[in-house]
Nanobody, 123 residues
Framework: VQLVESGGGSVQAGGSLRLSCVASGFTYSSSCMAWWRQRPGEEREGVAQIDSDTSTSVVNSVKGRFTISQDNGKTTLYLQMNSLKTEDTAMYYC???????????????????WGQGTQVTVS
């Protein structure tokens, strides 16, 4: 399994970024794909997830601002981030679980595969 993120960068508060994650090497039809982030000095937290049936969920802190989606082939995962805040500054990771998103409860140990991360800095 290979996950490669891109799209991070520096942006002013109120701006937008779109993260991408190109995925390969797993069964797309039975997996949960998610975006996680880790702020300096903090634990990694789940931000948004999408099931193979395209149902999605996001955490309350980004609701209405972030949108998770996939391309039709489900090989690329996106995170559209609007109205960015300074507290969104973090390393963002793409992750895959072999479980349904609902079953993961957005708990880190359910996600077996991780990308290398892409840095988002909001000032």
């Amino acid at each position: 399994v290979q996950l490669v993120e891109s799209g991070g960068g520096s942006v002013q508060a109120g701006g937008s970024l779109r993260l991408s994650c190109v995925a390969s090497g797993f069964t797309y039809s039975s997996s949960c794909m998610a975006w996680w982030r880790q702020r300096p000095g903090e634990e990694r937290e789940g931000v948004a997830q999408i099931d193979s049936d395209t149902s999605t969920s996001v955490v309350n802190s980004v609701k209405g601002r972030f949108t998770i989606s996939q391309d039709n082939g489900k090989t690329t995962l996106y995170l559209q981030m609007n109205s960015l805040k300074t507290e969104d500054t973090a390393m963002y990771y793409c992750a895959v679980s072999d479980s349904w998103c609902y079953d993961t409860g957005m708990k880190e140990h359910y996600f077996s595969y991780w990308g290398q991360g892409t840095q988002v800095t909001v000032s």
